[in-house]
Nanobody
Framework: QVQLAESGGGLVEAGGSLRLSCAASGNIFRINAMGWYRQGTGKQRELVASTTTSGDTTNYADSVKGRFTISRDNAKNTVYLQMNSLKPEDTAVYYC???????????WGQGTQVTVSS
């Protein structure tokens, strides 16, 4: 099993910044990607950003490109999401995930609330 501990959510005004952290522990063998999804009230869960543990590939949702940056510290088994120029529509619960090849699959954090006031 892989455990994911998230931190860094909170309330911020529009235009502000937050940084989310997600630390992986447990059986981290062969984690090949980590990242963040989010789910707003009444909305489907969507991929926000992801990165391979090798760092050679990152992906962002179109809605966050140029504002959010994902980074990782492999020595700490931690991934970060720096969120700048936040908008009210970024309000959601943000879930960290870690991926391992099959048969293991994906693991999820408990979620952290991000609220952006207008």
């Amino acid at each position: 099993q892989v455990q994911l501990a998230e931190s860094g959510g909170g309330l911020v005004e529009a235009g502000g910044s937050l940084r989310l952290s997600c630390a992986a522990s447990g059986n981290i063998f062969r984690i090949n990607a980590m990242g963040w999804y989010r789910q707003g009230t009444g909305k489907q869960r969507e991929l926000v950003a992801s990165t391979t543990t090798s760092g050679d590939t990152t992906n962002y949702a179109d809605s966050v490109k140029g504002r959010f940056t994902i980074s990782r510290d492999n020595a700490k088994n931690t991934v970060y999401l720096q969120m700048n120029s936040l908008k009210p529509e970024d309000t959601a619960v943000y879930y960290c995930f870690a991926s391992r090849p099959l048969p293991w699959g994906n693991y999820w954090g408990q979620g952290t609330q991000v609220t952006v006031s207008s």
